[in-house]
């Protein structure tokens, strides 16, 4: 028996039946990320490991796990993660201990945020900025009317919260620890927490945040740096001025794909966090736009389906996809204002087109997630239609 010719179509139809602008966004934005880090790595990877294409075989290899684990989070009925939540988040923190540990977790520059699993390393914080956002899901699910009534419902993901936020920071992994405390702390703005209750945290966590920022001196260098990176052009301010100057090089339609000087070793690792400066130069302001408004198709039919779960009141989904909405655009804010200049130097990965593994299978997750709570609320859509119809009938 032909396979092929028994579920091809099978699958054909599936697809067509998801959300259509969601999966046409991220697969626009997955290939301009497979392109860019081509482009970007080819002289590095070359002079250094003798291999032209060894980091874009990588992520297209990230890359199937990645549609592998897409087809998981299809598969599963959305449900299944609401009553594992609070499972699947111990094991994050308990891999997020793990990391910690020496012979366990691996230090690249400073930082010891990956477990090395074979020919992969696992970043843990990037599972946890999804665990944390299926966790709150599901806890503002549970108890939405206490959280609204009672502020000592707040206490108990607060100090989940304090515990992973501090966990990421001794990895360091300052950034990851933005986005989370950012992300969480939206997600009870929008379960209906005490406006006066969450306005202090939030002042409490800009006020935290900006304390470690002044208090470390790494931290503090790169605040000072991005104040005036051209008075340390060729010391701690050098990333960002080549960043900078490849924006510049780019102006209005870029010089090329395949043209940028500024990855020839001027651009330190430029096919990671600062890949976009890459693109920048490449492709200009009109190739910078194109991909803004991607990301903002992407957001905005994200937010469509937490906006028809509310309808339907399914909590669970429609706090879930709020959150991976508030995920996705804050790393593409946060890394695309990195390269430009506007936001301090921090090392957040672009969604979808930098290279790392971890960040390319909870980012096909999460969008997987999305498509399958779009897809559960239109087919209770079409049973409520029909019902009616029936009911008209009768």
Request: with cysteine.
């Amino acid at each position: 028996m032909n396979l092929a010719a028994v579920y091809w179509p099978r699958i054909t139809l599936f697809l067509r039946e998801l959300d259509q602008w969601l999966l046409l966004s991220t697969i626009a934005i997955a290939t301009i990320g497979l392109v860019m880090i081509s482009s970007a790595s080819i002289s590095f990877a070359e002079h250094n490991l003798g291999d032209g294409f060894y980091f874009l075989k990588r992520q297209m290899l990230y890359m199937t796990l990645g549609l592998v684990v897409a087809a998981l989070f299809l598969y599963m009925p959305s449900r299944f993660w609401y009553h594992n939540a609070v499972p699947l988040l111990v094991v994050t923190i308990i891999l997020l201990v793990a990391v910690l540990i020496p012979g366990i977790g691996r230090r690249v520059n400073g930082a010891q945020r990956w477990i090395p699993l074979g020919p992969l390393n696992l970043q843990v914080s990037e599972v946890a900025k999804f665990m944390m956002i299926l966790f709150m899901a599901s806890y503002l699910e549970r108890y939405q009317r206490e959280l609204r009534e009672y502020w000592k419902s707040m206490i108990r993901p607060v100090l989940l919260l304090i515990g992973v936020a501090g966990l990421l920071l001794l990895e360091p992994d300052f950034g990851s620890m933005v986005v989370v405390c950012g992300t969480v702390l939206a997600m009870l703005f929008i379960g209906g927490a005490k406006l006066w209750l969450f306005s202090g945290l939030l002042l409490a966590g800009i006020g935290g945040i900006a304390s470690m920022a002044l208090i470390s001196p790494y931290r503090l260098e790169r605040l000072v740096t991005f104040l005036d990176p051209w008075a340390h052009q060729y010391d701690s301010g050098y990333q960002l001025t080549q960043s900078l100057i490849a924006f510049g090089r780019g102006e209005w339609f870029g010089v090329g794909l395949g043209n940028s000087i500024q990855k020839l070793f001027f651009l330190p690792e430029a096919h990671t966090d600062f890949v976009f400066s890459i693109y920048a130069e490449e492709f200009g302001l009109i190739g910078v736009a194109v991909v803004l408004g991607l990301y903002s198709l992407l957001v905005s039919r994200i937010v469509h389906v937490a906006r028809k779960a509310v309808r339907q009141e399914d909590w669970f989904a429609a706090y879930s996809c709020f959150g991976i909405a508030i995920v996705l655009a804050g790393q593409a804010f946060i890394n695309i204002g990195v390269t430009s200049g506007l936001l301090p130097t921090k090392g957040l990965t672009l969604p979808f087109i930098s290279y790392g593994g971890s960040s390319l299978l909870v980012c096909c997750a999460m969008v997987a997630l999305v498509l399958r709570i779009s897809r559960e609320m239109d087919d209770v859509q079409a049973v409520a239609k029909q019902v009616r119809r029936d009911r008209a009938e009768l």
